[in-house]
């Protein structure tokens, strides 16, 4: 079956505790992305990988690192998670280029940091 | 500010209405297209429409463009109880082959039995 897997799915941490979200999709997409939601402000994109060892910032980047060493995981890390990074996270992926580029998305990782 | 904004913040109906939800943007847009989202889950792709499109179909939801307007709206006929979520506009205004998708606040829609 065609997915985007993430793990956890739920998360309470500490501040300044390192923690590593991973995100693996199984359709050969190039392109993955981090979202993070928050109430009232839709999805806002963190990084993106257009394929492997290339990644890009977002539109809030700041507090996160990724890496793409394979093409199938794209990992979200936080080296020290805050308060205001409690969120719920999204990663998806797709094609990289082509009109059609429709985005699949994982379950979703709900972060809270104490 | 995003994007795509969609109007209304929240719609409430009963079943067998039909449901409208509008999306408006700011730049040009190679495509746009719309995502549901089940309480707390992630977004499933509904349908997508080209900047050269003006309506598209599948199943009961019904999508427009106009461009000229920078306005996009979500139809769903004959609306079930499991049509509840929030619906998200999103545009690709991407350049280059390269894939962004800027998202909406969305529409939260409540269908009662």
């Known amino acids: 079956e065609a997915q985007v897997t993430q793990n956890p799915r739920y998360l309470i941490t500490v501040t300044g505790k390192k923690l590593t979200v991973t995100c693996s999709q199984n359709m050969n997409h190039e392109y993955m992305s981090w979202y993070r939601q928050d109430p009232g402000l839709g999805l806002r994109q963190i990084y993106y990988s257009m394929n492997v060892e290339a990644t890009d910032k977002g539109d809030v980047p700041e507090g996160y690192k990724v890496s793409r060493k394979e093409k199938r995981n794209f990992p979200l890390i936080l080296e020290s998670p805050s308060p205001n990074q409690t969120s719920l996270y999204f990663c998806?992926?797709?094609?990289?280029?082509?009109?059609?580029?429709?985005?699949?998305f994982g379950p979703g990782t709900r972060l809270t940091v104490l | 500010s995003q994007q795509g904004e969609e109007d209304p913040q929240a719609l409430s109906i009963q079943e067998g209405e039909n449901a409208t939800m509008n999306c408006s943007y700011k730049?040009?847009?190679?495509?746009l297209q719309w995502y549901r989202q089940n309480s707390g889950r992630g977004l499933v792709h509904l349908i997508l429409i080209r900047s050269n499109e003006r309506e598209k179909h599948s199943g009961r939801l019904r999508v427009t463009l106009d461009t000229s307007k920078k306005s996009s709206s979500l139809l769903i006929t004959a609306s079930r109880a499991a049509d509840t979520a929030s619906y998200f506009c999103a545009t690709d205004a991407s350049s280059g082959g390269y894939n962004k998708l800027i998202f909406g606040a969305g529409t939260r829609l409540a269908v009662h039995p």
């Open positions: 998806a992926s797709s094609w990289a280029s082509g009109v059609y580029n429709e985005q699949f």
């Open positions: 730049t040009s847009i190679n495509n």
